[in-house]
């Protein structure tokens, strides 16, 4: 039985983020050993940008920041879930509260948005 995740296997693993209220899944990302460390030192969620190739410590420009409520490891070790208090109340780069928010439905592939904008990504990240 391993002691945490693994990141011996991948330098990066999956992260799930779930609403520790609702349920609701906000977003997925990656985290490597040392945003790991960082989020069990401060309580607050850091990931890993894949683009940016660097820490991305969750809200350091929008203020939607993830308070970390809880942290469970799946059975192989190589993926993490994080129960999180959402504050600002948006997970998502485009505004929304979760990343998921467009619907395809299976029979007619049509896609929908679902939820409505917490915030102007233009009017926050101003570039």
């Known amino acids: ?35 790991y460390e960082e989020t069990l030192a401060t309580g607050r969620v850091c990931y890993y940008s894949r683009s940016r190739q660097k ?25 993490l879930l994080v129960k999180v208090n959402q504050l600002g109340g948006a997970a998502c780069h485009e505004g929304y509260r979760s990343c998921f928010f467009r619907k395809i439905d ?3 592939r049509t896609i929908s948005t679902v939820g409505e904008r917490v915030f102007d990504p233009k009017a926050v990240y101003k570039k």
Request: with cysteine; charged share 25%; hydrophobic share 40%.
């Open 1 to 35: 039985m391993a002691d945490g995740p693994d990141f011996t296997k991948h330098e990066l693993i999956p992260v799930i983020a779930q609403d520790a209220e609702t349920g609701d899944v906000l977003m997925l990302a990656y985290m490597n050993a040392t945003a």
């Open 106 to 108: 299976p029979q007619t």
């Open 55 to 79: 820490l991305w410590r969750k809200g350091e420009e929008s203020g939607n920041v993830q308070e970390l409520q809880e942290l469970f490891y799946d059975c192989d070790a190589d993926t």
